[in-house]
């Protein structure tokens, strides 16, 4: 009796242990840009700049960025690549200035973004996002160079189980642990 009542707790644990795992992987957030209110301004140190806050933050394909700023003094500018770097303002691919922005990052890859506000971009006021491929997470095999194309084929499912019977093992140690 003890032993399947155990066995039951074991596995009800693992299993929301499970459930909090997938729900946090899944899950899109609105996220802040800067962290905090008021960081969509020029940066008064390196240390301060938004790339700094962006570098150490984690982006997913449904997320979405928020920007929280006076509209009648300050705009969002999505622009490509090459206007990020040129700071370049005159055509962006999309311009917002209601002071309450929201912009969903809908695929993986960079996103750009300046200021719209003249000289504003040059003195930092700018930032790159990016998004990470969603299979990026779970795919632990590196690519398969050229050379391989020739050589036998390996189920692509190896790798894949493997993880999968690692984070269960994984997962059954942390909950003995937790109970024992
Ligand atoms: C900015 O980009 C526009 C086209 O998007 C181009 O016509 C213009 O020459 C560029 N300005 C500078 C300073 O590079």
């Known amino acids: 009796m003890a032993g399947l009542s155990t066995t039951l707790a074991c596995s009800s644990l693992l299993l929301s242990l499970f459930l909090l795992f997938s729900s946090f992987s899944a899950e899109a957030k609105d996220i802040l840009v800067g962290g905090k209110a008021g960081a969509w301004k020029v940066p008064s140190s390196q240390s301060d700049s938004l790339n700094a806050w962006a570098e150490s933050t984690r982006f997913r394909v449904g997320d979405s960025l928020v920007w929280k700023y006076d509209g009648a003094k300050d705009s969002v500018l999505q622009v490509t690549k090459e206007d990020y770097v040129s700071c370049n303002t005159t055509n962006p691919i999309t311009q917002y200035k209601d002071g309450n922005t929201k912009v969903e990052l809908d695929r993986p890859g960079p996103f750009y973004f300046v200021s719209g506000v003249k000289g504003n971009c040059e003195k930092g006021q700018k930032?790159?996002?990016?998004?990470?491929?969603?299979?990026?997470?779970?795919?632990?095999?590196?690519?398969?160079?050229?050379?391989?194309?020739d050589g036998p084929a390996v189920p692509p499912t190896s790798s894949a189980s493997s993880f999968k019977g690692?984070?269960?093992v994984g997962l059954g140690l942390l909950a003995s642990g937790l109970l024992f």
Not at 131 to 146: F, G, K, N, Q
Request: glycine share 4%.
């Open 127 to 149: 930032f790159i996002v990016v998004v990470l491929t969603p299979r990026h997470r779970y795919d632990i095999s590196p690519a398969p160079s050229p050379a391989e194309f």
């Open 166 to 168: 690692g984070l269960v």
